[in-house]
């Protein structure tokens, strides 16, 4: 038996990669491509996130997602609301990949992880880091720097890019 029939053979591993993605960025995209590098399938979670006010609705950055990762195998982009535990439950996921920016992100991210593990022991939480050039893009400055009308091209995929543009300009007229 080879190592492919092998892991043909073995359960499917499944990550979800959770988040609010508003929007997602070049950033994002680098951790999601190491993801489906570990894993077998990847299940972008789009959370109805309640304590944040999005620019996009849930549709809205779900399609968006959808249509930046159509070229990546092996990954499904589905919103969720409620418990992310319980969402991965219902996916039968083995684990959950966060992404790590900088040392600020650690903390809480370290927190949320500890929680996950109480409240589902079996699911592990992997980190991942973006590449260096990307560490510093997060949605919150891309939508500062598109508000205030600056170019977000390079830190975004063009389809973001282009609807960040179409939702401000109508939030300006």
């Known amino acids: 038996m080879t190592d492919n029939d092998a892991r043909q053979s073995a359960a499917m591993r499944k990550a979800i990669y959770p988040g609010s993605f508003d929007p997602i960025t070049n950033g994002h995209l680098d951790v999601l491509q190491r993801t489906v590098g570990i894993f077998d399938e990847v299940v972008v979670g789009v959370a109805r996130d309640n304590s ?9 950055r779900t399609e968006l997602i959808r249509e930046a990762t159509k070229k990546i195998r092996h990954v499904q982009v589905k919103p ?3 418990l992310l535990v319980d969402f991965a439950r219902k996916e039968k996921a083995v684990a959950l990949v966060r992404g790590l920016r900088a040392v600020s992100d650690f903390e809480f991210e370290f927190q949320l992880a500890l929680m996950n593990r109480k409240l589902e022991p079996n699911l592990e939480t992997v980190f991942l880091m973006p590449r260096e050039e990307l560490t510093y893009i997060s949605s919150r400055l891309v939508k500062e720097i598109a508000r205030l009308g600056g170019d977000v091209s390079l830190f975004v995929p063009p389809n973001v890019a282009r609807a960040l543009s179409v939702k401000l300009a109508g939030a300006t007229a």
Not at 52 to 60: G, H, M, N, T
């Open 80 to 82: 969720f609301e409620g």
């Open 52 to 60: 944040k006010a999005s620019l996009f609705s849930l549709d809205e």
